[in-house]
């Protein structure tokens, strides 16, 4: 920031951002004692996570976009953009998916993520179905997502932002914070001329 500051970059906004070291712990060791019961509850309940084929992209996008919807929060991006995205990098785009049976007959929830680098794994969105809060699927899915993160080598999952201009949202900070993610500062910057 010092050298920035000091070729003339202002800062010019700032969010909390919320991440994780990956390591060789479970992630349920990781947890608050609430999403422990959340995850052994989606399990004795026969939910289970999975990878899911770029192919299906949409049926994941799907779930994020009425999730946000029905939240009230903005989706930056449309179908046919996450589209694009997978035609341009194959390879960078993953998609995760929490469902009701081993037959895969309902997504309760599902997640976006993308390879940033070798090392991180950044969730770009994530959301459930309506009327499945008393499972928290989500808690499932982040699990997934982190034994994904071991398995292939990546050393950091992102799960994103908690704040819009600064202001935070509550909610979202407790919610990452108890699925044991660490805030940490993502500042802007921008060259004045």
């Not at 010092?2 to 947890?31: A, P, T, W």
């Not at 993520?113 to 499972?135: M, R």
Request: hydrophobic share 40%.
């Amino acid at each position: 920031m010092n050298i920035l500051f000091r070729l003339g970059f202002k800062l010019s906004g700032h969010e909390l951002n919320y991440d994780m070291v990956i390591d060789e712990r479970l992630f349920i060791d990781r947890i608050d004692y609430g999403n422990r019961k959340r995850i052994l509850k989606c399990i004795r309940e026969g939910l289970f996570a999975e990878q899911v084929n770029l192919a299906d992209y949409p049926k994941v996008y799907q779930v994020i976009k009425e999730n946000r919807q029905r939240r009230g929060f903005p989706i930056t991006m449309s179908l046919e953009q996450i589209g694009e995205m997978v035609i341009v990098f194959p390879d960078k785009m993953y998609f995760f998916a929490v469902y009701k049976d081993i037959e895969r007959s309902v997504i309760f929830a599902a997640a976006v993520c993308i390879a940033l680098t070798d090392t991180i794994f950044y969730v770009f969105y994530w959301g459930d179905i309506a009327d499945v809060e008393s499972y928290s699927p989500i808690t499932l899915l982040a699990s997934a997502i982190y034994e994904f993160c071991q398995k292939t080598g990546f050393k950091t999952l992102d799960v994103g932002t908690s704040t819009i201009s600064g202001e935070p949202n509550y909610g979202l900070i407790k919610f990452k914070h108890n699925l044991g993610f660490t805030e940490s500062l993502k500042p802007s910057f921008v060259l004045e001329n």
